[in-house]
């Protein structure tokens, strides 16, 4: 496994262990020996899935203190373009956004706690997996537009639920919060 780092701090693109043979594809997603070496969360406490239509966009979603979470995501089945967004008004890259395409191959992406986390699905349907140091708080579920973040995203009229479609914008949550 291979950690790489990205021009956000702290979020990091992994190149997963893969094996392929004439039965099909296996696929390390885990290793705890490569993550404590690069100073990753080991201590995951929910993992879930979610499997998106076409032109779907996710997001951005984080959980509040004291229930944020580390989060570590890939696809195991299609292709997305995964968007993070740093919340964190002491970080470097505060307020500046990343955008990379993830797909069923080997990649997965790192996400550390106090980052908005996003994704369009590009391919007809898109499986999802996240993987999170926390466990689910719904007053701590937050999130911010996924069309405030200075991001264009190469879609027309996405498809997105209401609850993502009334957060507030990030320059609204910047002047009013932080994490
Ligand atoms: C995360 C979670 C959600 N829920 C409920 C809340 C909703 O009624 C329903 C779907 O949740 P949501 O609309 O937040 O799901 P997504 O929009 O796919 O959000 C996910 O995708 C984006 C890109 C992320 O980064 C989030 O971490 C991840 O939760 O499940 C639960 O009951 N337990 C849970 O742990």
Known sequence: MK???????????????????????????????????????????????????KNVIRGMHFQLPPHEHDKLVYVTQGAILDVVVDLRSGS???????????????QAIYIPRGCAHGFLALSNTATVVYNVT???????????????IGFKWPVQNPI?????????SLNDFHLTSCL
Do not use: C
């Open 134 to 148: 926390s466990v689910y708080e719904p007053k701590a579920d937050a999130g911010v537009r996924w069309d405030s």
């Open 92 to 106: 470097p890259t505060y307020l500046q956004h990343l955008a990379v395409s993830l797909d069923e191959h080997n």
């Open 160 to 168: 997105v639920s209401d609850r993502d479609a009334t957060f507030k």
């Open 3 to 53: 950690v790489n780092a990205t021009s956000l701090a702290g979020v990091q693109l992994l190149e997963n262990f893969v094996s392929q043979d004439k039965r099909g594809t296996f696929v390390k997603t885990f290793h705890l020996g490569a993550f404590q070496e690069h100073g990753l969360a080991v201590d995951f406490r929910e993992s879930y899935y979610s499997i998106s239509h």
